[in-house]
């Protein structure tokens, strides 16, 4: 008896907490990253949305931009990043010094609700970022076919990871 009332709070705890605006689920993402942190909100990319690149990142966010362009039917600008900080509905994709700690593969990824930020030590670190924002969008985005009625939002979420 006292086994199935416990069984039954739980069910009831469990429920309201999803209910109630408890913390949400993390997000699918393989391989799982060392942090990952939901946040309130999401991103939504939509036709006029930019993707911010330094030199080092242009090649990525062309990769990028050509990944998006078939199933969202967005010709996303690829742009050189402003010298002042703070650019809205944009994806940047940066290099940064201090992120040795992460390694040459290693990135942080933050969606905020009005842009996505990568920062990596190395290109092929901000390229990881990419892969896991791949997986943080509609499973539309793989599609090889232009897709309608799919609202492009991804998840407000801090990722760090490395290998």
Request: proline residues 9%; charged residues 20%.
């Amino acid at each position: 008896m006292i086994t199935r009332i416990a069984v039954n709070l739980a069910f009831v705890v469990g429920t309201s907490a999803t209910l109630f605006g408890a913390k949400p689920e993390l997000p699918t993402v393989i391989p799982r990253p060392v942090k990952m942190e939901v946040r309130e909100g999401t991103f939504t990319l939509g036709p006029e949305t930019a993707i911010v690149v330094e030199a080092g990142t242009r090649c990525l966010g062309e990769y990028l931009a050509g990944l998006l362009r078939t199933p969202t039917g967005f010709a996303l600008e690829v742009r050189d990043a402003p010298p002042a900080a703070g650019p809205e509905d944009c994806v940047v994709l940066r290099t940064v010094s201090g992120k040795d700690d992460l390694g040459p593969e290693g990135y942080e990824l933050t969606v905020h609700k009005d842009r996505v930020l990568v920062e990596a030590g190395a290109e092929a670190g901000a390229f990881y970022a990419v892969q896991t924002l791949r997986q943080l969008l509609p499973a539309a985005v793989e599609s090889e076919n232009p897709t309608t009625g799919v609202v492009w939002s991804v998840p407000c979420v801090h990722v760090v990871d490395k290998p």
